[in-house]
């Protein structure tokens, strides 16, 4: 008996599509709408140990709001005003000016209801419901920046996957998956809505860069990459990554696009303060020095377009416009920024954001960071203080200190980790998602004066790694165990412990009797440190291994 060959109908098969992203939709809704939710929760139940820097955040946006609104000043003058501030432990400002802008707009939001000072006395006598309602504009901020790093994270694992030769069905399932689990991730939500801070604010921007450049879309990643450095100067460690990766393929215009986008977003942003200056009786003016010098190369791109559309039959070198407007846009933002040190332009904002952090503390580490420099100091003796600078050696008459010499691996390392994601992009091997952890990992744990909940960042990119391997993703989990009992045990430091304790009794007594958990679980947390950090050593390693290693065969991926 002949059977009839069996065929796909193609309309059940697009039924089965659309069925599935209707799914998927329904559960990334329903998953928006619970981590909400969730966020909320964090929020209150943590509120007896909200860290102080909230404090600090709130006193340097209502300065700045203050100036504006009561003494006809602008934004601009905050950091000029506290000048080229002191290292000691006097009146300073350490903030970025995106930061700084978000901490005015905080403060903007809740002028009429509150003073502009912080009052601790305020907090103490007011109500949960009110200390929520206070911080909501930095809340909803905050949630924003989350959801546009879990979009992000959908879409890079998306690309890498379908690349790799997955289908669309276990290629939507997989970027799902690692949306929600960073959507979901408790270091995240501790860091953002329990601590609070905007140590995350970096992460979308780093994730949405390395997307564009998956989609070769390097002006953009430059730009979206200097958007996360003005919140945060700690994405500038991973910068050269990005730069060198397309190096390694022996492509050099898509770096050249990248810094173009970079330097046009960074600089031309800052122009308020690279183009001014300030006079002995403390108002600004434009330098029509450093004006001129950044417009110099928007003028020359212009008369070079103008000349070939005016005069066709003139011929001139041709250059294309998607080469030309990103260098010529790269060399306008290099030029407002390098103002300040030809012109004598304004400086202590770039002072207050980037370099005063590097060495007002010049300690082994910040907090109880358990990294390679943790461990040295606690096992091994070397002084929090005097360690990083300590002289190790003298080459080419040049005296080489500890900080030096670990920022010198880390660099080394950093060059080799490009080496890899350009080895794994070219491939459209899955291990570019496990391989774009590794700066961050190596960022954590080699460097002196790392702060204990820095290690947020790889824990929270590691999520992508659910496009990769399930051992990959089990390790990043582990990284956001970590550096959740790091930053939990800094509050649980600087907070008030039985407060918390009364709290968490008071909403669930069935599960805290209010016996000293909390001083229990502070204990746990303090016996960690710093020995984990070998585990955090073995991670990275783990990682930097996957980073330069190839797979024998990069199997595409099946369903």
Not at 1 to 6: C, G, R, Y
Not at 273 to 298: E, K, N, Q, V
Not at 324 to 330: E, H, S, T, V, Y
Not at 469 to 497: D, P, Q, V, Y
Request: proline share 4%.
């Amino acid at each position: 008996m002949q059977t009839e060959p069996i065929h796909n109908d193609p309309t059940s098969s697009r039924a089965c599509r659309f069925l599935l992203w209707i799914l998927l939709a329904s559960v990334l809704f329903a998953g928006l709408w619970a981590g909400v939710a969730w966020r909320g929760w964090w929020f209150r139940m943590t509120t007896p140990v909200h860290f102080g820097d909230i404090a600090r955040n709130w006193t340097w946006g209502a300065y700045t709001y203050y100036n504006i609104h009561d003494k006809g000043r602008s934004f601009l003058d905050t950091y000029d005003d506290v000048g080229i501030q002191s290292r000691g432990n006097q009146l300073w400002i350490d903030y970025a000016p995106a930061r700084l802008l978000i901490n005015t707009l905080w403060v903007a939001s809740n002028h009429r209801d509150l003073p502009y000072e912080w009052h601790r006395s305020w907090r103490n006598k007011a109500t949960p419901q009110q200390i929520y309602e206070f911080h909501a504009f930095y809340r909803i901020f905050n949630t924003c920046m989350e959801f546009a790093a879990s979009v992000a994270a959908f879409l890079l694992i998306w690309d890498v996957t379908r690349r790799a030769g997955s289908r669309e069905t276990r290629a939507a399932i997989l970027s799902a998956i690692g949306a929600l689990l960073l959507w979901f991730n408790p270091a995240m939500i501790l860091s953002a809505h329990g601590w609070p801070s905007g140590d995350m604010w970096i992460i979308p921007p780093f994730l949405w860069a390395v997307y564009f450049c998956r989609i070769e879309r390097w002006f953009l990643a430059g730009v979206v990459l200097a958007i996360g450095a003005l919140f945060k100067g700690q994405q500038f460690f991973v910068i050269a990554v990005l730069i060198l990766w397309p190096l390694f393929q022996m492509r050099w215009k898509p770096p050249l696009r990248l810094l173009g986008g970079f330097a046009a977003t960074f600089g031309l942003l800052t122009t308020g303060w690279t183009l001014t200056y300030i006079d002995p009786a403390g108002f600004r003016h434009l330098s029509i020095a450093a004006m001129l010098l950044t417009i110099t190369p928007l003028l020359l791109a212009t008369i070079y377009f103008v000349l070939r559309w005016k005069l066709p039959n003139i011929r001139l070198p041709h250059i294309r416009q998607s080469t030309l407007i990103p260098i010529a846009l790269g060399l306008a933002g290099a030029a407002a920024f390098s103002s300040m040190w030809i012109f004598d332009t304004c400086y202590a904002w770039f002072d207050a954001s980037y370099a005063f952090g590097t060495d007002h503390w010049v300690y082994m580490i910040m907090g109880k960071t358990s990294n390679l420099p943790g461990i040295m100091l606690e096992r091994y003796g070397w002084d929090l203080e005097r360690g990083p600078v300590t002289v190790l050696f003298t080459l080419f008459r040049s005296e080489i200190t500890l900080k030096t010499f670990l920022f010198s691996i880390f660099i080394c390392l950093l060059v080799v980790t490009a080496a890899g994601i350009a080895m794994h992009d070219k491939r459209n091997s899955t291990r570019f998602l496990a391989a774009i952890v590794t700066p961050w990992l190596l960022f954590f744990t080699i460097p002196c004066q790392i702060h204990e909940r820095y290690l947020l960042f790889a824990a929270c990119v590691a999520c992508v790694c659910v496009g990769h391997s399930i051992g990959a993703t089990l390790l990043g989990i582990f990284c956001t165990i970590l550096t959740w009992l790091m930053t939990l045990h800094i509050m649980l430091i600087a907070g008030n412990r039985n407060g918390l304790e009364e709290l968490l009794h008071k909403n669930y007594p069935t599960l805290f009797t209010g016996d000293g958990f909390v001083n229990r679980l502070f204990s746990f947390i303090g016996g960690t440190h710093p020995d984990v950090g070998w585990a955090v050593i073995l991670t990275t390693l783990i990682f930097l291994w996957i980073t330069i290693t190839p797979l024998r065969r990069d199997k595409a991926i099946q369903s």
